[in-house]
């Protein structure tokens, strides 16, 4: 490739990394606020169920998956375009952390669909 050509595709591809950072921080504000008001709600109703409280919990972790999904994508266009040691490690940290996140709200989804069949188990007999 010729060096100018190679200096535009560099720029594009961090700008299109800073597109991807942005609808990561978008994600989180979005969950974010929504979990606050769904919280209000829950904390101001008089009878709410721990059910609904785990629901909103999990719906604010998967957003928050999705976002450090979006993290991730960002990272690994910018060890891309300028590969360096501190760019590579805080990509396998950040994927070291995702599949973390993954893993344990996978877990927590299951168990809670556990509960929720046997419930319905419950009362149909």
């Given amino acids: ?19 991807v950072e942005f609808a ?9 606020v929504q979990a606050v008001f769904r919280s209000l709600v829950l904390f101001f109703r008089p009878k709410s169920s721990s059910m609904t409280e785990n629901a909103l919990r ?13 993290e991730l994508a960002a990272d690994i266009l910018n060890t891309a375009v300028t590969p360096s040691w501190s760019d590579i490690g805080k990509l396998a940290a950040i994927a070291a952390v995702r599949t973390a996140l993954n893993f344990f709200l996978e877990g927590e989804i299951r168990e809670e669909a556990s509960h929720v069949q046997h419930a319905a188990k419950q009362a149909w007999n």
């Fill in 1 to 19: 490739m010729q060096p100018d050509l190679m200096e535009q595709a560099k720029s594009l591809i961090e700008l299109l990394a800073r597109g």
């Fill in 24 to 32: 990561a921080a978008i994600v989180i504000g979005l969950a974010s």
């Fill in 58 to 70: 999990l719906s604010l972790g998967r957003w928050l998956a999705v976002a450090l999904e979006l």
